[in-house]
């Protein structure tokens, strides 16, 4: 019983209400119809709190109230409200997800950089990395035919994806192709890829993962076992190292 009352509590905070307001809905749900008074001293939560926790709950669906003489009395509703209010909840999201779809494009060309102007961000760590992948498979998505470049040394493969270990399947799942050049042994060809392997110099210090995409170069690097990434979008730089990469890439 009391694991159901966490997964409740947590449902509905999760939803956008306070934890006092789920607090109050547990309580309701294992009482009849009952008194703030009642409702307070179930819950533990003070008389002022519990009264505002279920006029949210009251104009959210959750709960009922109803007169009797001069006093009011507070019921809970059937729990199976909320998934009226997920479904409420999703029409919202895609409400703001239409209306981003049309804001993003018109602020980004506000800030559109003049022309021929590079631009270059610069990422830490691993969540540095991980919005690096997550901005390839954005940007390869919209691409007319959805693949992207990459050179990809050894030291540096066991960083990539420690934080998005789902990225392959998401990429595979999206459609979106990819072309490996290999410094070292190692990784394996998965579906709609293509991989070529070089031998590895004897020299240390190869420690880089190049990914070439859309009109954008990522460079990944590591120092004291930490990556960290630079993005540079610059349409004829990248052009010229997708020109580089192919014909190496015939070679092998």
Known sequence: MNGDKITVQQLLQELGFSEAESETYWALLNLETVS?????????INRGTTYDAIKRLVAAGLAHTRRSGQREYYNAESPEKIHDLIRD???????TQQQAAELVPKLLARKARPQGQPLVKYYEDDEGVVAILKDVLQTCGQLETPEYYVYSSR?????????FPEFTDRRIREGIGVKVIAVGEG???????????????????ISSYIIIYGDKVASISISNYTPYGVVVEDAGATAMQKVLFERLFATL
């Open 36 to 44: 703030i008074r009642k409702v307070a001293a179930y819950s533990g």
């Open 89 to 95: 909840k999703r029409k919202e999201l895609w409400r």
């Open 187 to 205: 990784g394996d060809p998965t579906a709609i890829s293509e991989r070529r392997w070089l031998p590895e110099p004897d020299a240390a210090g």
């Open 155 to 163: 030291p540096l493969r066991q960083y990539i994806y420690r934080k």
